[in-house]
């Protein structure tokens, strides 16, 4: 009698909290994208080697982050980012955590350094009714599977 490997089922991507270091959690967010890391690379054209073009790793370019959530009363998104029209910078490190079906954390990456490069408020027409959504993008310094 043979035994089948005990399957392995994916998590979804619907369950998910967003925190920033010294403010806590930050309510439910419909969306997050931008966890994504690029490596650079360099070519070098070797003398006397025609037949290829050699590729050495250079620099980590780091994709921002987008978050997207229905607009309530809290404003702490769009003070962030006010913040630094006004010249009050504050950098903040962050965390994504993925839960699984029990709202228990299956992995989670931290941000460092974030600024709050783009806030966009809600889309409004009069002929739909969608929930008015407000999207923040941070630029980072780096990105850490914890």
């Not at 270091?21 to 994208?33: I, K, P, R």
Request: glycine share 10%.
């Amino acid at each position: 009698m043979s035994t089948s490997p005990l399957r392995v089922d994916p998590y979804g991507a619907f369950n998910f909290l967003i925190s920033f270091a010294g403010a806590g959690t930050l309510g439910g967010f419909s969306e997050c994208a931008g966890l994504e890391m690029t490596l650079d690379l360099e070519e070098y054209r070797e003398g006397g080697n025609n037949a290829t073009t050699l590729r050495f790793p250079s620099r980590i370019k780091w994709t921002n982050l987008r978050l997207k959530r229905g607009l309530t009363s809290r404003n702490d998104l769009w003070l962030w980012h006010y913040s630094f029209v006004q010249g009050r910078v504050q950098r903040r490190d962050g965390l994504i955590t993925l839960q699984g079906e029990q709202k228990n954390a299956v992995r989670s990456w931290s941000f460092t350094r974030g600024i709050p490069v783009k806030w966009s408020g809600p889309t409004m027409n009069a002929s739909q009714s969608q929930i008015a959504i407000e999207e923040l993008e941070i630029a980072h310094e780096g990105l850490s599977l914890l």
